[in-house]
């Protein structure tokens, strides 16, 4: 069991550039989460799948899009670049809300 | 309003001291669960451990200990005898309405440095 892994590790953009985080789980999880975690403020969901073909916003969306044609998969994308969004992203999953979530190992993305 | 606070945000101590971690929380539900996570230098999280609305018990497991109390909406952690491989960020966390929103809230984290 991989359990939650994450595609890019790192990655610096220029201000403007698109780029897609994947993540995958193999676990059988409904739920699927991303973050991203700034110094200081802990961390902050960006967007949220409760399955397959599903997707909702969470606290800090703006800037990001997201899909999950697969169950095991759940996609982030930023169209164009900020620096402000640069950041650690953490994907994770869960049986349900209330359980635990599983994370990967973040990605590192710097915009410069 | 629904929100974790943890008011330290460094602490540091010398190997085999005892150190309690803070956590306050907010929420008018009365079904929500409690969570602390640890973050080593490493960058991965690391669960610890969940706890619903409905259980105050508190919990024992090796060096570690969680306090859960209602009555002060607290849900403090406490290391005995702390090690330098105890040395990471640890957040709480707070699930609210039994799952219902679907979002788990994170506290900003507090980093606990042991020295040898």
Wanted: charged share 15%.
């Amino acid at each position: 069991n991989a359990g939650v892994t994450q595609t890019p590790k790192f990655r610096v953009l220029k201000t403007g550039q698109s780029m897609t985080l994947l993540c995958a789980q193999d676990m059988n999880h409904e739920y699927m989460y991303w973050y991203r975690q700034d110094p200081g403020m802990g961390l902050r969901l960006i967007h949220y799948s409760v399955g397959e073909g599903t997707t909702a916003k969470g606290e800090v969306p703006d800037g990001y899009n997201v899909s999950r044609l697969k169950k095991q998969n759940f996609l982030l994308g930023l169209e164009s670049a900020a620096p402000s969004q640069t950041s650690v992203y953490f994907c994770a999953s869960s049986y349900h809300p209330g359980n635990e979530q599983f994370f990967g190992p973040g990605t590192r993305l710097t915009v410069l | 309003a629904q929100k974790v606070t943890q008011a330290q945000t460094e602490i540091s101590v010398v190997e085999k001291e005892d150190v309690t971690l803070d956590c306050v929380y907010e929420t008018r539900d009365t079904t929500y669960y409690l969570f602390w996570y640890k973050q080593p230098p490493s960058g991965e999280l690391v669960f610890l451990i969940r706890r619903n609305s409905f259980d105050e018990q508190n919990e024992i497991s090796g060096r570690y200990s969680w306090n859960f109390q209602k009555s002060t909406s607290s849900f403090n952690f406490t290391i005995t005898a702390s090690q330098v491989v105890d040395s990471a960020v640890y957040f709480c966390a707070l699930v609210p309405g039994g799952g219902a929103t679907n979002k788990l809230i994170f506290g900003t984290g507090t980093l606990l440095a042991v020295q040898p």
